[in-house]
């Protein structure tokens, strides 16, 4: 059941509906606020826009190479069930 809540992240108020719950997802507002700022303060000609959308970024990126280890594992522990059998 998705869960409701109302953050306020970089100084943008939204209404959200997570999976999380809200201790959890507190936690990735967070870190996701922390990015965005830390990124901004590095750089003071970057834009709260432009700093969470090379956020995005980031997290794609990120995403897309645990994606390609997660099948790189798979398939290497199917070829170990493999041989077991």
Known sequence: ????????MSGVSLNVL?????????D??????????EMMNINNRVTRIQATLLLCLDYRSRILTLEKENAALKEQLSLIADKKL
């Open 1 to 8: 059941m998705k869960n409701r809540y109302e953050i306020d």
């Open 18 to 26: 997570a999976d999380e719950d809200e201790a959890e997802f507190k």
């Open 28 to 37: 990735i507002v967070k870190t996701v606020d922390n990015s965005v700022r």
